[in-house]
């Protein structure tokens, strides 16, 4: 039997194409082919192919464990915590993503026990967590830090309003700062002065520390040199009687950074917590059945052949197989799929699922691993790529922070070469410092972003990852997937071949069941026929994997599917089975309804396409984007949608796992941006370049860069517009920033700038962006209107 030529499965019926050469085990493996074009894949499809997934190959003795650290807040803080990792015993590799706040951790279970890592890697301010710490504890230290320095601040700029800056412009101050008094006063304003620098600046203060350790200068060190630096010149100045002093400087700096800083970790706590859900939902222990009763043992120790028993409201630990019990399994957390399926002896079941009712005993699978465990190791692999929008800054200050340095110590040696004083050298070049300080810089893209994020709430839109106002202007491709998206995700009733008898007879055994067909029929009002006589009820009801049956008015009524009703000796016409047919070809689902002997009628339940959704697609097209139509429905089911105008492809019978594996390969041609709304989405939508879903999962949310909260698709192409508009606000404020550091450098070079003037300098470059950021963005609410920005 030849294996599958995309992912190695066995093929019971080969699936082959005259443009592709290969073997396939499904249309969708084949779909997946011809998109990725025979590229390597990292996941496989929906067949269990024993491959181990997301576990490094460091011997056996060797586990994976992701950690949540707090404190990171660029590349720098990344490769602190790898190097602290590395230079561990009994830590073989660590991966730090400061986008996630999280660290991908592989150690030796022999040297470490899981619980003891976060005391490791705990170093220089940074913190590691098993689990997601409150933010609310974060977020009031932070607040606190603020608060703080808030109140030193402002008692350090009270003095220097009233008796420091009168003199600085020619005039008299209240005190005379060289007497006595002076000294007090100067001496309370150091003492102010450092706790805004050592506490509410400590953050900032150790980020230029980790960031020497690294050999990496970020924004952190020159910030933190011009602050330091304006401190100790003013501390020095104080001790040898002098008044000209620029403590002003230091507070105006590290307050402006440390508020920028705050922002910026809001924005990023909104990005993605995906991973966090789903290492919380991860299983840890497994009840083991022996010959002596349950032992409870951890997942890891689990073996192929083992049987473990899963109760009622558990989590299934791992992959495997039913071998006793009968329950219905919600595998939405995995899938995607809200509706539970029954699992009973003989059922594959995944791990991740929730079993519902009664208890199942499953046998493990050959890999003994969970298909949740390879989600999480999947998304860490997607997620951990995409970098923060402060990544784009921070490559700028490995060239513009050691540039500023080494000017800086330029102009303070050319000053004392020149035959200045010591003191006139050391002010041009802690001006040069401080009139480089990249406050506005730093704040260019957030104030902009916050500008994008409030502008997208007014319109029920949640931007979950601020990367979107720099990649959504450049989508190229737009792959949509079909249920829930385009479609309304609800059953309902579409069309119906019964009289009032019929309904009323169906409605009265289906109020037993809980599938969501049996919900539609039930609920439906517009299409039942008003019935005579007072309601029906059914009694002796009982369910069947694919019906329900039940005694009303002394008839032995079935409902379900027509096969069903056929194997229990019920007659089915052909104009009811060719109708039955073509539902089930156009991924319906046809629910007969007999007695007697006989089908008595047939009633359609399907998912129907939202009223908006193809216009929105059209219109979205009409921006030079391909629109490409994703569904794990039959070639012939897809059949209607290939006929619309606004959809360019649709590729069908894609499995969940396979999603992710079509993106990656659309993304050859172009920045795709991929709409769903199941938790089976989630990869495909981290892997796209914009992930929009539509309608989510919490799951499907966290994985995606915006979320669609009023349930109208319209609101699509309003992202983009918003995201073009935010685009050019954020470029305006890189380039007032840039224009600004070009004038403001040449001038504290040539020593025509003081460190007081640097400082206010900065402070205006730092308005302009912040005047620039609260205009409105100008933003269409339908579709977008300039399609030529890319």
Same mark, same amino acid.
């Given at each position: 039997?030849?294996?599958?030529?995309?992912?190695?499965?066995?093929?019971?019926?080969?699936?082959?194409?005259?443009?592709?050469?290969?073997?396939?085990?499904?249309?969708?493996?084949?779909?997946?082919? &011809?998109?990725?074009?025979?590229?390597?894949?990292?996941?496989?499809?929906?067949?269990?192919?024993?491959?181990?997934?997301?576990?490094?190959? /460091?011997?056996?003795?060797?586990?994976?464990?992701?950690?949540?650290?707090?404190?990171? /807040?660029?590349?720098?803080?990344?490769?602190?915590?790898?190097?602290?990792?590395?230079?561990?015993?009994?830590?073989?590799?660590?991966?730090?993503?400061?986008?996630?706040?999280?660290?991908?951790?592989?150690?030796?279970?022999?040297?470490?026990?899981?619980?003891?890592?976060?005391?490791?890697?705990?170093?220089?301010?940074?913190?590691?967590?098993?689990?997601?710490?409150?933010?609310?504890?974060?977020?009031?230290?932070?607040?606190?830090?603020?608060?703080?320095?808030?109140?030193?601040?402002?008692?350090?700029?009270?003095?220097?309003?009233?008796?420091?800056?009168?003199?600085?412009?020619?005039?008299?101050?209240?005190?005379?700062?060289?007497?006595?008094?002076?000294?007090?006063?100067?001496?309370?304003?150091?003492?102010?002065?450092?706790?805004?620098?050592?506490?509410?600046?400590?953050?900032?203060?150790?980020?230029?520390?980790?960031?020497?350790?690294?050999?990496?200068?970020?924004?952190?060190?020159?910030?933190?040199?011009?602050?330091?630096?304006?401190?100790?010149?003013?501390?020095?100045?104080?001790?040898?009687?002098?008044?000209?002093?620029?403590?002003?400087?230091?507070?105006?700096?590290?307050?402006?950074?440390?508020?920028?800083?705050?922002?910026?970790?809001?924005?990023?706590? &909104?990005?993605?917590?995906?991973?966090?859900?789903?290492?919380?939902?991860?299983?840890?222990?497994?009840?083991?059945?022996?010959?002596?009763?349950?032992?409870?043992?951890?997942?890891?120790?689990?073996?192929?052949?083992?049987?473990?028993?899963? %109760?009622?409201?558990?989590?299934?630990?791992?992959?495997?197989?039913?071998?006793?019990?009968?329950?219905?399994?919600?595998?939405?957390?995995?899938?995607?799929?809200?509706?539970?399926?029954? %699992?009973?002896?003989?059922?594959?079941?995944?791990?991740?699922?929730?079993?519902?009712?009664?208890?199942?005993?499953?046998?493990?699978?050959?890999?003994?691993?969970?298909?949740?465990?390879?989600?999480?190791?999947?998304?860490?692999?997607?997620?951990?790529?995409?970098?923060?929008?402060?990544?784009?800054?921070?490559?700028?200050?490995?060239?513009?922070?050691?540039?500023?340095?080494?000017?800086?110590?330029?102009?303070?040696?050319?000053?004392?070469?020149?035959?200045?004083?010591?003191?006139?050298?050391?002010?041009?070049?802690?001006?040069?410092?401080?009139?480089?300080?990249?406050?506005?810089?730093?704040?260019?893209?957030?104030?902009?972003?916050?500008?994008?994020?409030?502008?997208?709430?007014? &319109?029920?839109?949640?931007?979950?990852?601020?990367?979107?106002?720099?990649?959504?202007?450049?989508?190229?491709? #737009?792959?949509?997937?079909?249920?829930?998206?385009?479609?309304?995700?609800?059953?309902?009733?579409?069309?119906?071949?019964?009289?009032?008898?019929?309904?009323?007879?169906?409605?009265?055994?289906?109020?037993?069941?809980? /599938?969501?067909?049996?919900?539609?029929?039930?609920?439906?009002?517009?299409?039942?026929?008003?019935?005579?006589?007072?309601?029906?009820?059914?009694?002796?009801?009982?369910?069947?994997?694919?019906?329900?049956?039940?005694?009303?008015?002394?008839? %032995?009524?079935?409902?379900?599917?027509?096969?069903?009703?056929?194997?229990?000796?019920?007659?089915?016409?052909?104009?009811?089975?060719?109708?039955?047919?073509?539902?089930?070809?156009?991924?319906?689902?046809?629910?007969?309804?007999?007695?007697?002997?006989?089908?008595?009628?047939?009633?359609?339940?399907?998912?129907?396409?939202?009223?908006?959704?193809?216009?929105?697609?059209?219109?979205?097209?009409?921006?030079?984007?391909?629109?490409?139509?994703?569904?794990?429905?039959?070639?012939?089911?897809?059949?209607?949608?290939?006929?619309?105008?606004?959809?360019?492809?649709?590729?069908?019978?894609?499995?969940?796992?396979?999603?992710?594996?079509?993106?990656?390969?659309?993304?050859?041609?172009?920045?795709?941006?991929?709409?769903?709304?199941?938790?089976?989405?989630?990869?495909?939508?981290?892997?796209?370049?914009?992930?929009?879903?539509?309608?989510?999962?919490?799951?499907?949310?966290?994985?995606?860069?915006?979320?669609?909260?009023?349930?109208?698709?319209?609101?699509?192409?309003?992202?983009?517009?918003?995201?073009?508009?935010?685009?050019?606000?954020?470029?305006?404020?890189?380039?007032?920033?840039?224009?600004?550091?070009?004038?403001?450098?040449?001038?504290?070079?040539?020593?025509?700038?003081?460190? #007081?003037?640097?400082?206010?300098?900065?402070?205006?470059?730092?308005?302009?962006?912040?005047?620039?950021?609260?205009?409105?963005?100008?933003?269409?609410?339908?579709?977008?209107?300039?399609?030529?920005?890319?």
């Amino acid at each position: 039997m030849p294996a599958c030529t995309y992912c190695d499965a066995p093929t019971d019926a080969p699936v082959t194409a005259e443009d592709v050469d290969g073997v396939f085990c499904c249309s969708g493996c084949l779909e997946a082919h &011809r998109v990725a074009d025979g590229a390597e894949h990292e996941a496989c499809c929906h067949h269990d192919h024993g491959h181990d997934h997301g576990h490094e190959a /460091h011997g056996a003795e060797t586990e994976t464990t992701f950690l949540h650290v707090r404190g990171m /807040h660029c590349t720098s803080c990344e490769d602190f915590i790898e190097t602290v990792a590395a230079s561990t015993d009994g830590i073989h590799e660590a991966e730090a993503s400061y986008a996630s706040d999280m660290a991908k951790v592989a150690y030796d279970p022999s040297r470490h026990r899981e619980s003891d890592l976060p005391a490791l890697l705990s170093q220089a301010g940074y913190e590691a967590h098993l689990t997601a710490p409150a933010d609310e504890t974060a977020d009031q230290n932070t607040v606190a830090r603020l608060v703080f320095g808030g109140f030193f601040g402002m008692m350090v700029m009270a003095v220097y309003i009233v008796l420091l800056y009168p003199v600085h412009l020619g005039g008299e101050g209240l005190v005379d700062l060289g007497a006595e008094g002076g000294t007090y006063v100067l001496a309370n304003v150091w003492a102010f002065t450092t706790f805004v620098l050592l506490v509410t600046g400590w953050p900032t203060l150790r980020g230029a520390a980790v960031s020497l350790r690294v050999l990496q200068p970020n924004m952190d060190l020159l910030v933190g040199l011009a602050a330091v630096s304006a401190y100790l010149y003013s501390g020095g100045a104080v001790l040898m009687g002098q008044t000209d002093v620029y403590f002003d400087v230091t507070v105006v700096i590290i307050l402006a950074v440390s508020l920028g800083h705050y922002y910026e970790d809001q924005v990023k706590r &909104r990005a993605t917590d995906l991973l966090s859900t789903l290492t919380r939902e991860q299983v840890d222990e497994a009840r083991r059945t022996t010959e002596d009763g349950t032992e409870t043992v951890a997942v890891d120790n689990l073996a192929p052949g083992d049987r473990v028993l899963v %109760r009622a409201g558990e989590r299934i630990p791992v992959d495997g197989t039913v071998v006793e019990g009968r329950a219905a399994v919600d595998e939405s957390l995995v899938t995607g799929e809200s509706l539970p399926v029954t %699992r009973t002896a003989g059922d594959d079941v995944i791990g991740g699922a929730v079993v519902t009712n009664n208890a199942l005993t499953v046998e493990v699978g050959a890999a003994a691993e969970s298909t949740l465990d390879r989600l999480v190791h999947l998304m860490w692999n997607i997620q951990s790529r995409q970098p923060g929008a402060q990544r784009v800054a921070d490559r700028i200050a490995a060239v513009f922070v050691p540039l500023v340095l080494v000017l800086a110590a330029v102009a303070f040696g050319w000053q004392w070469i020149s035959g200045a004083s010591a003191t006139a050298a050391l002010l041009t070049g802690l001006s040069v410092l401080i009139v480089s300080c990249p406050c506005a810089l730093g704040l260019a893209t957030p104030l902009a972003v916050a500008s994008g994020l409030r502008t997208a709430l007014e &319109r029920g839109i949640v931007i979950r990852d601020v990367s979107l106002f720099e990649t959504a202007p450049d989508v190229d491709t #737009l792959a949509v997937d079909k249920t829930g998206t385009l479609t309304t995700g609800a059953m309902q009733v579409v069309d119906a071949m019964a009289d009032a008898t019929t309904w009323r007879r169906a409605r009265a055994v289906e109020q037993h069941a809980a /599938h969501p067909v049996a919900r539609a029929i039930v609920e439906n009002r517009d299409a039942v026929p008003a019935g005579d006589g007072a309601p029906i009820t059914a009694t002796n009801v009982r369910s069947h994997p694919r019906g329900v049956e039940g005694r009303v008015d002394g008839d %032995r009524v079935r409902v379900g599917h027509p096969e069903w009703l056929r194997t229990e000796g019920l007659r089915l016409n052909d104009t009811l089975a060719e109708r039955a047919e073509a539902a089930q070809q156009n991924a319906q689902v046809p629910v007969a309804v007999g007695w007697n002997g006989a089908v008595q009628g047939l009633i359609v339940v399907g998912d129907t396409l939202r009223d908006e959704g193809l216009a929105v697609m059209d219109a979205l097209r009409g921006d030079a984007r391909e629109v490409v139509v994703i569904t794990g429905d039959s070639s012939a089911a897809a059949r209607p949608l290939r006929e619309h105008n606004a959809i360019d492809r649709v590729i069908a019978e894609v499995q969940p796992a396979e999603k992710s594996d079509l993106v990656r390969g659309l993304r050859d041609a172009g920045a795709v941006a991929m709409i769903g709304d199941g938790s089976n989405d989630a990869p495909a939508l981290a892997e796209a370049d914009v992930g929009i879903a539509f309608g989510p999962t919490a799951l499907a949310a966290d994985s995606a860069d915006v979320v669609i909260l009023r349930g109208d698709l319209t609101h699509i192409p309003t992202v983009f517009s918003l995201a073009r508009a935010a685009r050019r606000r954020i470029r305006q404020n890189l380039a007032w920033a840039f224009l600004y550091n070009a004038v403001a450098i040449p001038l504290a070079l040539a020593g025509l700038i003081n460190p #007081l003037f640097a400082a206010l300098a900065m402070a205006a470059s730092s308005l302009g962006v912040v005047g620039n950021s609260a205009r409105p963005l100008p933003v269409a609410d339908s579709r977008p209107t300039d399609g030529n920005e890319k």
